[in-house]
């Protein structure tokens, strides 16, 4: 079975462009989250989706926005990109949202801003 | 608030040896802790969670973890490392629908 999926792998944009990043999960998983994983450090939750309804929101701005289609993928919307929104961006999924579900991670989008 | 301290940023040890990296929490609520692996340039893979129940969790690749929760702790450890052991380990907490990771232990084994 085909783990999760995200594309594009790598993405460069300048500064005050918008960016779409996509996620196919795990076939029969319902949940999708969003991480940002700035360079030395660890993931940083961006959103939780379930069943097509945020379920859960982190600390980053309005710039970021998401949304979940009926067959369960995910975009990730960034606006007005900054030089500091360069990170690689993590997809992950999970059967259903719940804090001890185990989540399955896609190998992320690196987004470069220039 | 939840937070995760991991307490070591990098971790060099020799082939064959054991291994010990940790792990601090807190959290307000029900605990379930989770270690991932990351390999360069991947996503992160599972290694082991704990959800409840014995409090030494056994996962991939020979690794296994110990839950303290007197302690609030969840340390990793694999009693013989091997060179493709050598990747990025990340220690998470899961609550209120959201994961919170640690910066990460870098773990590299030399022979």
């Known amino acids: 079975d085909a783990g999760v999926t995200q594309s594009p792998t790598h993405l460069i944009k300048t500064r005050g462009q918008q960016v779409t990043l996509r996620c196919s999960p795990i076939?029969?998983?319902?949940?999708v989250s969003w991480y940002q994983q700035v360079l030395g450090q660890g993931p940083q939750f961006i959103f939780q989706?379930?069943?097509?309804?945020?379920?859960g929101r982190g600390n980053f701005p309005d710039r970021f926005s998401a949304r979940q289609f009926p067959n369960y993928s995910s975009e990730l919307n960034v606006n007005a990109l900054l030089l500091g929104d360069s990170a690689l961006y993590l997809c992950?999924?999970?059967?259903?949202?719940?804090?001890?579900?185990?989540?399955?991670f896609g190998d992320g989008t690196r987004l470069s801003i220039l | 608030a939840q937070s995760v301290t991991q307490l070591d940023s990098q971790v060099p040890v020799f082939e064959e040896a054991p291994v010990e990296l940790r792990c601090n929490y807190s959290?307000?609520?029900?605990?379930?802790l989770f270690w991932y692996v990351q390999y360069p340039n991947q996503g992160l893979q599972l290694l082991l969670k704990y959800l409840s129940g014995s409090t030494l969790v056994k996962g991939i690749n020979g690794f296994e973890a110990e839950f303290n929760k007197s302690q609030t702790s969840f340390h990793l450890r694999k009693p013989s490392v091997h060179i493709s052991d050598t990747a990025e380990y990340f220690c998470?907490?899961?609550?209120?629908?959201?994961?919170?990771f640690g910066d990460g232990t870098t773990l590299t084994v030399k022979p």
């Open positions: 989706y379930y069943e097509k309804e945020e379920r």
């Open positions: 959290s307000s609520v029900s605990v379930y």
């Open positions: 998470a907490v899961s609550d209120a629908g959201k994961s919170t």
């Open positions: 076939s029969g998983h319902k949940s």
């Open positions: 992950a999924s999970s059967l259903v949202a719940g804090n001890n579900q185990p989540q399955h």
